[in-house]
Each structure stands twice: as C-alpha cells, then as structure tokens.
C-alpha cells in the first residue's frame, strides 16, 4: 500500500509531461513544421506564403515566391516554417526495362510556331528543376525521352507519361484528359517501347519526322543526313533528335530507312511504318524510278527520246538495275518496276496465262479469213529481255505489263490479221507450221526495235468464235473429205497386202514342197553321180585291164631286152647322179655299168640269147602264174584238132618246148607255123 502511495504521485506527473508534448507534436504536425518522406517516395513543395510575394510569371516559384517550388525533398524527417508548406507526397517515376518513357514540361519558353517538340539542347536534365528553367528549357511535349530507371522528378513541373500510368500532381479534368488522349496516341503508335525489326520478317522501317524545317518545294522525301558515325551531328538512326536537327534533318517521310535491330524512338518526334524489304528474284530484275535526288543528266543519247536515264542516286530511270536480292529500298522515294530475264511467255488466250499474269488481259486474235470466215486463233509469244535493256523496257514503256497491253497485243494481232485475209480458212489450217515460222523471222525484227529479243512464235488451232457454226461445218467437211482420202488409201492398202498375201501363200507352200523337191533332186543326183561313179570305175578298171595286159605284155616285152637295158638305165641314172655330184664319180659309175652290161651280156649269151633269155623268163612268169592261182597244168577238156584226148594234153607244152627249139636252132630255121602234134597211136 504504501509503495502503491509513493507511485501513484509518480505516474500522474509522467502523464502530466506527455500530454502537452504530444499535443504540442500534433500541433507541429498539423502546422506542417514536421514532415517524414518514405525513401521509396519524394514531396513536392507548395509554398503556401512567402514574403516575397507569389509567382508572377510561369509556373515554377524561382525565386522562393508562394508556388511551387523547383526543388523536392527525398526520404527523411523535414522541418518546416508552420503553416508555411504544403508537401504533395509522389511516387518516384521508374521506367521499365524495354520501354519508354515521355515527359511533358509545364513551365519554360513558349515554343516557337515552326517547333513540335521542347528542345533540349542545353536543358536535358529532367531532376534538376532550377537547372533546366534557367537554361532555356521549354514548355511542352519534349524530344528527349526517358529510358530504362529511377528518376525523381518534380512532378509539379513536369508531367511523365509511362505504358502503366501518368505521373503528375493536381491535375485539372481539363489537363486530366489532355494527358490521356496524348497518352492513348502513344500507345496507338506503340511509343512505349522500341522499334524493333526483327530480321526474319523481311521488314524495313520507314521513319516520318514530325518536327524540324519543312522540306523545300518541289521535294516529296527528306535527304539522308548525319548518317556517318564520325559525323558529330551523328543521330543513330533518329534516336538523337537533337543532333538530327543540328545535321540540318527536314520535317516529312526520310529516304533513310531503319533495317534490322531495336531503336529507341520519340513517337512524338517521329513515327514508324513497316514495309516488307524489296526482294528481286532469280530471273528478274529490277528497275529503279527515283522520285528523289539530283537532277542528273540523260544518258540515253540523243536518238532515243523516251525519258531520262540517269545515273544511280539522281531522279529518274537508273540506268543499272538492281541484281537479284534483298533491298532495303524506302518505297516512297521510288519505284522498282520488276522486270523478267529470263525466257517468258505471253498467251493470248481467255482461259490462260502465265504466272507473272503480264497476259492476264490478252485474248484469242480475232481473224478475218479470204473466204469470209471469222475463226479466234489462240497463240503464244517466247520473249527474252536483256537485263542491260531493262532500263530501256521501263523508260519506254513504263512497266512491262503495259507494254504487254499497249504495243506487244495491238502489233501481234494486227500481224496476224494481215496474214488471215491472204489465207482461206483450209490454208490456214493446213499451213500453220509454215505461218508459224513466218511469223517469227518477220516479227522479230519488230520485237528488237522495242529491245526485246523474240525467241518463238506459237500458234494455236484456230476456232470458231462464240455463236458460230459455221467454220464447224467446214471442219466437218474437211474431216468427212479426209476420212474419205483415208478410206480410199486404206483400200488400196488392204488390196496390196491380199497380193501380198497371196504371194506369201504361194511362197509357204512351195517352201513346204521344197524340201521334196530337194530330196528328190539330190537322190537323182546321187544315183546319177553313182551310175556315173559306176560307169567311171567300170571303165577304170577295163583300162586297168587293158593297161595292164600292155604293161604285161610291154614288161614281158622289155624283160627279153633283158637286165641290160635295166641295168643300162640304171646305170644311166646313176651316173648323171654321180655326174651331178662329181665328175670323178661319175667315171666310176661309168665305168661299173660298163662292167655290169658286160657282164650282163655275157649272161644274156650264156643262156642263149636274148631271145632265150625272154622266152626263159615268159616260162617262169607263166609257172608262177599256174603256182599262185592253182591252176590245173593240164586242163580237165581238151580240144584237139584231132579230137583225141592226149594230143589236146600235151598241145601246150609241147608248143612251148617248140618255141625253145626254135630259138636253140635257130629263127632261120623255124617253120611258119608251129606245127600241131603228131598224135600218137
């Protein structure tokens, strides 16, 4: 109890000390003497009273007058004159990473009539207030554009406007909706992030500038300026607004053109406008018609009077067109007209044409005939242009589809009506091919006159028109004529081939019997070529007898001359042998046959003669004879003069034995005729 004595005295002296400190805090608080700032946050200072009296021109207080001030506060207790300030709390204004953001200045220099956007040559820096109104900064939209960060800024003074909110203090309706439609116009324009150009898209990127001097007359596109990076007044592409107008850039749709990447642009400042990349194709080229440059001069001569041909960058047709590729060519400063080099064709034809469709609006040709018919002929043209003539095609011409229209239709068909009123209608048709070729030696020195080179002329069948049927019937005439023509050559053919058949069969059948016909031939042949063989051997062998029987008789003959002559020959033949060889041998041989026919007729005599010596040797031949034939030596019937039996035996012999009487004898002596036998009784 008595310690709760001694504290209660306490407690109440504690209370008594709070109480005025925390109403003299709230008082404090209340008369604005104290403020706090979260660091995340910044305040904006209204000077509600000053003594040197309020604002009296723009809107920021320089020069501590009542208004808003140009320098904010930042994180932190702040100590203020009571009731002196109000303090707007404000966000710090943080930009994305990738986007944009756009700052509206409420104070500064009024902008001039010929000035879109606030420059911000000298006056860049958006956090210092002061700084920026002191260099000449001015009012309005402003070129410079704030990137990727953090920035405190006063928002009093300047409005910044982000993809996700509009950053600014005490906005009237009036300025309310002012902001957002700017706002909306930027997002429409995708102002809020970069330009990007992806380069698979096949994307160019043409720039229109909103701010700067207007473009002199007579000049439809701004010139390329700064575009060097050494250049100081290099601007990147139009990120750098500032030095784009120090280069002396135009107002209005740029020649330059922005290619693949990402750029960070003033929508404000200029807008963007995508168009696919200029693609010349394999087999073409293209052509340039410049609506900007200098003013060159013509280099097509004198005798080709069909517009200018200048030299590449001057205004007009470039005299060297673009090869085939991809070109990132500002479409507004010119016109590539495409023009094909390689072989293409035209068809006047209704239901066809090409896929370049440069014949889209061609027709059949519409032919008068000498014999008054009305058929449509279709045809084709072959036609090559020269790339290094493209640039003439063009200045002549325009582009090629109106050459096609406007000089190519009207010359080829008045060519081929010509032709069609010297034709009747069947030579027309029968002489196409002749036509055909005609046609194309004749119209292709017409072709290289417009430098084009003519390669082929096709044509067509000619036909009927619609509602016509008479060229029809005379189609059905000439095909009866023909089937006609044709029955008759089939005829004669068919007649040929039934000959030819004939023969044919004819030929069969005596290929059949000409095997017979052979066999027989050849068996007669055979018999012929054996009665024949026959008759040859049998007369063969009757003068093998006959020669036989003479060379018998002729050797019985030369045997009675005896060895000598054989001996003789002999030694005849042996001594021109030896006489070939050597004279010597030769004497030798001479001298041995000498001997040997010596010696031989010393035989011959010895056994009687030559004579006897035949006879002898007629005997022996005659015994060998009866030996090796087994003969009987006497005859099993003799007949006789006498008819006896032992005078016809003995008949042989007995003349033989005569025969070597005789000649022992003497030939002298011998009777005329031998003598028969006398018969013995």
Known sequence: MEALQYLEPMTWTAIEIAVPVVVLAILFWRSGVVRYIPNDRLGILEKLWSFRGSVSNGFIALNREAGYQPEVVRGGLHFFMPFQYSIHRANLVTIPQGQIGYVFARDGKPLPPTQTLASNTDADDFQDVRGFLEKGGQKGPQRKILREGTYAINLAQFIVLTAQSIHAVNLSPSEQNLFANMSSVISERGGFEPVVIHNAEDMIGIV??????????????????????????????????????????????????????????????????????????????????????????????????????????????????????????????????????????????????????????????????????????????????????????????????????????????????????????????????????????????????????????????????????????????????????????????????????????????????????????????????????????????????????????????????????????????DAERIKATGFAEAEKVRAVGLAEAEATEKKVAAFGGPDYQLNSQVLMRFAEAIENGKLPLVPQIQIGATGGEKGGANGLVEMMLSMLVADRVGRQNLPDEIPAPVEED
Do not use: C
């Open 208 to 573: 229109t500038i909103h701010d700067g001097p207007a473009l002199p007359d007579g000049e439809i596109i701004a010139p390329t300026v700064a575009n060097d990076p050494n250049d100081p007044n290099f601007h990147n592409n139009f990120q750098d607004p500032e030095k784009f107008l120090n280069a002396g850039g135009y107002r209005g749709r740029q020649l330059q053109v922005l290619a693949d990447g990402s750029y960070f642009l003033n929508r404000i400042f200029a807008t963007v406008e995508l168009v696919e990349k200029t693609i010349i194709d394999v087999g073409t080229v293209g052509v340039v018609v410049s609506y900007n440059g200098r003013h060159g001069a013509d280099i097509s001569g004198q005798a080709y009077r069909h517009g200018e041909l200048v030299e590449v960058g001057a205004r007009g047709v470039w005299s060297t067109p673009l090869l085939p590729g991809k070109y990132a060519f500002n479409t507004y400063a010119g016109n590539i007209v495409t023009v094909p080099t390689t072989n293409f064709v035209l068809k006047w034809t209704k239901e066809q044409f090409g896929e370049h469709r440069l014949d889209e609006n061609l027709s059949e040709v519409s032919l008068i005939t000498k014999d008054a018919f009305e058929p449509v002929l279709p045809l084709s043209v072959v036609v090559h242009i020269d790339y290094m003539k493209a640039p003439l095609v063009v200045q002549r011409f325009g582009d090629i589809k109106r050459l096609v229209e406007q000089t190519l239709d009207p010359m080829v068909s008045a060519y081929f009506k010509n032709i069609a009123q010297t034709k009747t209608l069947i030579q027309l048709l029968q002489e196409r091919s002749d036509i055909q070729r005609k046609s194309g030696e004749e119209m292709r020195e017409k072709f290289n006159s417009y430098s084009l080179e003519l390669q082929e002329v096709l044509i067509g069948t000619p036909r009927a028109a619609n509602d016509q049927n008479s060229i029809e019937q005379i189609l059905i005439q000439l095909r009866d004529r023909q089937i006609a023509v044709e029955k008759v050559e089939t005829y004669k053919l068919q007649e040929r081939a039934a000959t030819q058949e004939r023969t044919l069969r004819e030929k069969e059948a005596l290929a059949e019997q000409q095997a017979k016909i052979t066999t027989s031939a050849l068996t007669i042949e055979i018999s012929e070529n054996e009665g024949k063989a026959q008759l040859a051997r049998t007369r063969q062998e009757a003068e093998t007898i006959q020669v036989n029987a003479k060379a018998e008789a002729e050797k019985v003959r030369l045997a009675g001359q005896g060895e000598a002559d054989m001996i003789k020959a002999v030694a005849l033949a």
